[in-house]
């Protein structure tokens, strides 16, 4: 394999496999508020927790909450990685990846 650090994005949108969108209405800030500390090293600073990670980014896709996974963090912190996985499968929540992912 030519580069072994994966790139790509998992998209975890808010909308689970039923069709229902998923609730609270604010679940995709509070996930992503819980992953903020994720960050490249040396960017963190006093006020990293005021921002989100640039690894997990809530977004709006089609008019409904979503959120970006940077495959980068899958080198940061597996863990980490794992735990966004981990919530979108428990959440039965539908998930889409673009690029090359790591698989799990």
Same mark, same amino acid.
């Given at each position: 394999?030519?580069?072994?650090?994966?790139?790509?994005?998992?998209? &975890?949108? @808010?909308?689970?496999?039923?069709?229902?969108?998923? *609730?609270?209405? /604010?679940?995709?800030? +509070?996930?992503?508020?819980? !992953?903020?500390?994720?960050?490249?090293?040396?960017?963190?600073?006093?006020?990293?927790?005021?921002?989100?990670?640039?690894?997990?980014?809530?977004?709006? &896709?089609? @008019?409904?909450?979503?959120?970006?996974?940077?495959? *980068?963090?899958? /080198?940061?912190?597996? +863990?980490?990685?794992?735990? !966004?996985?981990?919530?979108?499968?428990?959440?039965?929540?539908?998930?889409?990846?673009?690029?090359?992912?790591?698989?799990?």
């Amino acid at each position: 394999m030519p580069n072994d650090t994966p790139s790509g994005e998992l998209l &975890i949108y @808010g909308v689970t496999r039923a069709g229902q969108v998923f *609730r609270p209405s /604010d679940w995709a800030e +509070r996930l992503c508020g819980v !992953m903020s500390s994720f960050r490249p090293e040396g960017s963190g600073g006093p006020n990293a927790h005021l921002g989100y990670s640039p690894y997990v980014r809530p977004t709006m &896709i089609e @008019g409904k909450k979503a959120v970006i996974v940077d495959a *980068r963090l899958w /080198d940061l912190d597996l +863990r980490a990685y794992d735990f !966004m996985v981990s919530f979108a499968r428990d959440n039965d929540l539908l998930t889409e990846q673009t690029g090359l992912l790591p698989r799990i």
